[in-house]
């Protein structure tokens, strides 16, 4: 059953206009469409995905790009980058990368008899971290505090950084020599954990083509006021109190599962609802629905939950851990309290 307003509903909770839900629909689903026909001038059949990265950008989360090599992640990351119009960085992480590498440090200048903070590649709008798993824990980590508090603390002095802030982090999920798991705090800080196989057979023949053709020249599509903007927007997407509801049962769904050592956490649950909202701006509504939040059931709570040993052992994944919790709990129908 549905979980979507009814027809005549013009408010959004708690009585708020919901015209900048309307237009911030309008607006997304427009740039949605342009972004998806830019990256597919360079990179076939990665709509899915580039959706998943307007979902982060919308929710100024962070997304963490998992494929095997040769599946164009780092290119794709390189893409998207473009076409935000913003400062942007690449990292290649390695094993002998030094925390200071990635946020810079003092040096002492001989001109003026002082130190001066040298800032490192983090001090950006789009971080691409390519292949984050190659380094060790202590460097993946200078990445914590950029990537939820929107600052870098240098010699004990703390830094804003501009905004908007996104990290493009990639990694190959099979290889296991020279490669450092990320820890679990880290992966929480990731919005979405965005999966990419390989294209099919009938895209990689459009690749072959698309690389037998000069290569195109991308349009810039946003600005960083643009973006900002349509992130404030986000909260006015409209949902239904069941909704809310709805995606906090989820949550404790995972944490009874007799297959999970460690469920969804409150911030998971509001991960959940801030994607489903862009979700649905981006499909052209200023509402969202039970649907919106189940698709982006496994972006956000695929990397976050902890299997027991056991169940691994079993040959247990996370995705059909997912599944079962989606058909665990119940969608309600509401009637409208706006």
Request: proline content about 6%.
């Amino acid at each position: 059953m549905s979980l979507a307003p009814s027809a005549n509903h013009d408010t959004a909770a708690g009585g708020r206009d919901s015209r900048p839900a309307r237009e911030l629909a309008q607006h997304a689903k427009l740039l949605g469409q342009q972004v998806t026909a830019e990256v597919a001038r360079v990179v076939v059949g990665a709509e899915a995905v580039t959706q998943q990265l307007l979902i982060a950008l919308l929710c100024a989360g962070h997304v963490l790009l998992e494929g095997v090599p040769g599946v164009a992640k780092t290119t794709l990351s390189k893409v998207f980058a473009k076409l935000l119009g913003c400062q942007y960085q690449r990292v290649q992480f390695t094993p002998d990368l030094l925390p200071s590498d990635v946020t810079g440090t003092s040096i002492y200048d001989r001109n003026k008899s002082d130190f001066v903070l040298r800032k490192g590649p983090i001090f950006t709008q789009v971080l691409l971290a390519d292949e984050i798993n190659r380094a060790p824990a202590k460097t993946q980590s200078a990445l914590l505090e950029a990537m939820q508090e929107q600052q870098v603390t240098v010699d004990g002095q703390s830094l804003p950084l501009d905004l908007p802030f996104l990290v493009l982090a990639t990694q190959n999920p099979i290889e296991q020599e020279g490669v450092y798991r990320l820890p679990e705090a880290q992966l929480d800080r990731f919005l979405l954990r965005v999966e990419m196989g390989y294209p099919g057979f009938d895209h990689e023949v459009d690749l072959l083509k698309l690389h037998s053709r000069p290569p195109a020249d991308l349009r810039t599509l946003f600005t960083p006021e643009l973006i900002l903007g349509l992130q404030a927007r986000l909260p006015a997407v409209y949902g239904e109190d069941g909704l809310y509801e709805y995606i906090v049962r989820l949550a404790e769904e995972t944490r009874k599962h007799p297959d999970v050592s460690l469920g969804a956490s409150p911030r998971a649950a509001l991960n959940l609802l801030k994607s489903a909202r862009a979700r649905a701006v981006l499909d052209g509504r200023h509402y969202f629905t039970h649907e919106d939040v189940q698709a982006v059931a496994f972006p956000v709570l695929g990397h976050r939950l902890i299997l027991r040993p056991e169940a691994e052992i079993e040959g247990k994944h996370v995705a059909d851990v997912v599944r079962e919790v989606l058909a665990a709990v119940r969608v309600f129908e509401v009637e409208s309290r706006g």
